[in-house]
C-alpha cells in the first residue's frame, strides 16, 4: 500500500487515498486526536522507546521537578599502547546523572539541517540523528500495517520547501532523511514539498480554474506555494518557504517576556557583575535549557544566587536547570502563543515551588516580539507571488494551513495582500498529510500507465 507521511517538527500524520477519499491513519492511541502523533520520541536508560504523546508523558512523570543526583561513575576502561611503555590500561571516570527515567527528544527534523548534530549519547549508547528518526518512522510504520492489515510498499513524504538558508544544507537534509526511512525499512521512498501537497489536498475536491496560493507555517518552517489548478490539471508556478516555525516564535516568547522571573538583569557581588550571558542563551529552546544541566554550570548558578541582587529570581533559574522545568516552562510559553491566536491577551503561568509568576502577554507585545521572523515571512510571501508572474490580485484562493497560519498578525499580512475574502483555513494539522496520500495514489498511477 503507498501511504503518504507527513513528518511534521511538531506533528507527524499518515494517510492513505483510494481515489475518492483520504483516510488519515490513527497513529498515536494516547493523544486527543488519535490521528495526529506529537513527534517526539523518549529513550530509557535500559533502550526502551517510546514515541508521541507516550513519550512526552513518560518525561514528564518521570523528569519534571526531580532532582538531578550526579555519581562519580566508571565509564569503563581505555586501553592504549605506547612503544617505550606497553599497554596502560586507565579507568574512564565521569560524572553520570543516576537517577534520570530517560531522554525526550522533540523537533528532530530541524535537526536534519544541522551539520554539526551528527550524533548523541543516550546513557552511554551512542545515536545518530537518522537512527533517532529511524526509530520514530519503524514505529509509525508498524502501527500504519498494523491498522491497514497489509505492508507499506511505498511512501510518499513531505518535505518544506526549504530545510534549511544554503542548498548545502538542504542537500544534506533530505541525504538524512532518505537514510532514516531507510533504516526504518523503507526503501521506496518520495518527497513531496509539503504546501504542494496542501494544494492536492485542496484539488481533489475543486475542479474550477483557480490559482491558489497556499500558506503552511508550522511548528519548524513556513512553506509557499503558488499553484494553477485548472480541472486535474495542477502546474506548481513557483514555490519557496524560512526556516522560520512555531517553535521559534515561542522561544520569542521566553526570551523576549520571561527571562527576568529567571535572573535576567541581576547583578552579582560586590563588582556588580552581570549574570554569565551564556546562561540566559540557553533558555532560547527547552532542550538546550537541559545542556547546562552541568556539575560546573549548576556551581555558577549557585554562585550567583549567593552574590546576586535577585536571589528568588536567580534561585527559579537554579530549580529550571536542576529540576528539569523547562519543558513545562516552554509548554506555558506555547499555550499562551495559542491562546492569544483567540484572545488579545494571555497569562503566562508557572507555579512549581520557588518557580512563581503569572505575566501577562498582550498579543501587541507578541507581535512585537516576532517582528523580524513576521518581515522574513512577508517577504517570502511575496517573492512567491512575483516568481509564479503574477499579481496579488491574481491569485483567487489563499489556503492557511498549519498550526501557525492560526496566528492573527500571519491572518492579518495574508488579508492586506489578497483580501480576507479569499483566505480560507484548511485543516491545519492533516491536510498535508491528506495531499501527501493523494500524491502517492496518483504515482502509482503514473506507474500503471
Ligand atoms: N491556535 C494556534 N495558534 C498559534 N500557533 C498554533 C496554534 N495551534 C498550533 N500552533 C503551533 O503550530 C505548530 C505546529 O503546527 P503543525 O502541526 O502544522 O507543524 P508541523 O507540521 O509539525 O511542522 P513543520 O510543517 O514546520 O515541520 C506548533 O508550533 C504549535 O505551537
Ligand atoms: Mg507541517
Known sequence: MRVGLDFGTTNTTAAVYDGDKVTLIPL???????????TALFITPEGERQIGRAAINAFTEGNVGREIIYERRSLGTLKQTYAEVGTIEEEIVGLVDVNSPGRLFQSLKTMLR????????????????????????????????????????????????????????????????????????????????????????????????????????GGGTLDVTVMAINGTERTVLATDGVPIGGDILDSKIVTGALTPYFGAGARLGPRKLPLPAVLLERLNDWQSILE??????????????RTGDKPQELQALRALVRENYG??????????????????????????????????????????????????????????????????????????????????????????????????????????GAGLAIAAYDSALVEQR
Not at 28 to 38: K, M, Q, S, T
Not at 193 to 201: N, V
Open 28 to 38: 498515536d492511541p494516547v493523544a486527543a486526536n488519535h490521528e495526529v502523533l506529537r
Open 114 to 217: 544541522d551539520p554539526s548534530y551528527v550524533r548523541t549519547n543516550v546513557f552511554g549508547v551512542e545515536y545518530t540523528l537518522e537512527q533517532l528518526i529511524a526509530f520514530i518512522l519503524r514505529e509509525i510504520r508498524r502501527r500504519i500495517e498494523a491498522f491497514l492489515g497489509t505492508k507499506v510498499t511505498a511512501l510518499t513524504v513531505g518535505r518544506p520547501v526549504h530545510y534549511a538558508a544554503t542548498a548545502e544544507g538542504d542537500a544534506l537534509a533530505i541525504q538524512r532523511m532518505t537514510n532514516a526511512c531507510a533504516l526504518a525499512g523503507l526503501d521506496a521512498v518520495s518527497f513531496l514539498p509539503e504546501p504542494i501537497a496542501a494544494a492536492y489536498a485542496y484539488a481533489a475536491y475543486q475542479r474550477e480554474q483557480r490559482n491558489v496560493l497556499v500558506f503552511d507555517f
Open 327 to 432: 519543558l513545562l516552562l516552554y509548554e506555558a510559553a506555547e499555550r499562551g502563543k495559542r491562546e492569544l491566536s483567540s484572545a488579545p491577551e494571555a497569562t503566562i503561568a508557572m507555579h512549581q515551588g520557588v518557580i512563581n509568576f503569572d505575566h501577562r502577554l498582550p498579543r501587541f507585545e507578541f507581535e512585537r516580539l516576532i517582528g523580524p521572523e513576521a518581515r522574513a515571512i512577508a517577504a517570502c510571501t511575496d517573492r512567491v507571488v512575483q516568481a509564479a508572474g503574477l499579481e496579488p490580485e491574481q491569485i483567487d484562493v489563499v489556503l492557511r494551513t498549519g498550526g501557525s497560519s492560526r496566528i492573527p498578525k500571519f491572518v492579518r499580512l495574508l488579508s492586506e495582500r489578497f483580501t480576507a475574502e479569499r483566505l480560507r483555513e484548511q485543516d491545519p494539522f492533516t491536510s498535508v
Open 292 to 305: 547546562l544541566h552541568t556539575p560546573k554550570i549548576l556551581q555558577v548558578i549557585d554562585e550567583a544566587v
